[in-house]
């Protein structure tokens, strides 16, 4: 059949030109918003808690559920600040997966804190609470699930842990915009929730990151963190109160701009997310039955999930001997869809360069066993075209695993 020659080898693409041609670009400007931002230029208000600013916090914290939303420059100072907001100092402990982007792990060294990498659940590879359990020493400090690709770590299991032993916890939603746990918003379930909003994200400004928290005490010095001391409500120049002794502050102050192309943006967000849930869920229904191929589990209590990426796990055992993930890739790739690798173990990035005793591993077996030999990545907006694309996609796969797998 000429459909089943793989395009690698002079077949016709699963995906075709045209339906690429669906894909659109992301971020996604928008001309309402160039018009606001032009507004936002002329007035020379661009920073300093600005009526942008004020109004996205508010919108966004109520989209998620949370009573408090401290806005910043990114989605790394907003992970430091949440630990130091919690009292997290040098010689303390924080426990994080071991497969996410460093910045995770480097909030905890900022501060002169060791990370220390805890494995993940093999179905939705976000943070396993029974390794948890065992990681925790006397020095632990808090805990930083990640909801990696939009997945859930078990937030039930987890903030049994945080009650029984006191330990915080801080959820890193930088890929979960829009992800709702049994009801809950991500992000308003641990003691702090951290956003990243950098171009790539489901919700995106560039640059730009939040806080989250139902504390009025934590939101202050979140606040304060960030804003140099500056308590919420102070003008440039006139702060009424200073903040906390010893409570070292920062300038990462975000900007009016990048404040207003998030409140326009989160206007899309409720529909583009339950579009991408609503293709992801259908994608992996038809590709269930392949050979050799799994997708990351959904969150376990997940009502709606945030797909920052779609991830395809490969079985390197069910190939046909001589192949292995890079076959699959350049397979995929000439059908039309390429496939990102995902993230390796943080402690051996090639960013990474913190000494030995800087850090430790307490647990590795899945992180290890699911990274690039393993891992297929898509981006979310694959996930934001039609059902037609859905069906090249799987018919991709499909083509691809019946070729080379046993
Ligand atoms: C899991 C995770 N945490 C934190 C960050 C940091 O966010 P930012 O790039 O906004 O600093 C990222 C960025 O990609 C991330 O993927």
Known sequence: MKFDKLAIHGGRPAVTDTLKRSLKPWPQPCPRTAERLKQVYLSGKWSFNGACEQEFCRKFADYCGARHGVFMVNGTV????????????????????GNTWIATAMAAAYLGAKPVF???????????????RRAITRKTKAVIPVHLFGSMADMDRLMKISRETGIPLVEDCAHAQGGFWNGKGLGTIGSIGSFSFQQSKTLASGEGGICLTQDDELADKLFRIKHIGYGAGQKQGEA????????????????????LILTESLKRLKAQTAQRDANARYFAEL?????????????????????YNFVMLLDPRALKKGNSIKEIREALAAEGMPCGRGYGPVYRHLLWNLPASAYRIHSRAVVEDSTDNRMLTLMHTWLLAGKPMMKAMAGAVGKVMKAYAK
Request: charged content about 20%; proline content about 7%.
């Open 78 to 97: 907003t992970l430091e600040s949440a630990l130091h907001a919690l009292g997290v100092k040098a010689g303390d402990e924080v426990i994080v997966p």
């Open 118 to 132: 805890v494995d993940v659940e093999p179905d939705t590879l976000c943070l396993d609470p029974a390794q948890v």
């Open 287 to 307: 590709i269930q039955d392949v050979p050799g191929i799994t997708v990351q589990a959904r969150g376990r209590r997940a009502d709606m999930q945030g797909y």
């Open 240 to 259: 009424a109160t200073g903040p906390s002794s010893g409570l070292i502050c920062h300038n990462y102050r975000g900007l009016e701009f990048n404040a």
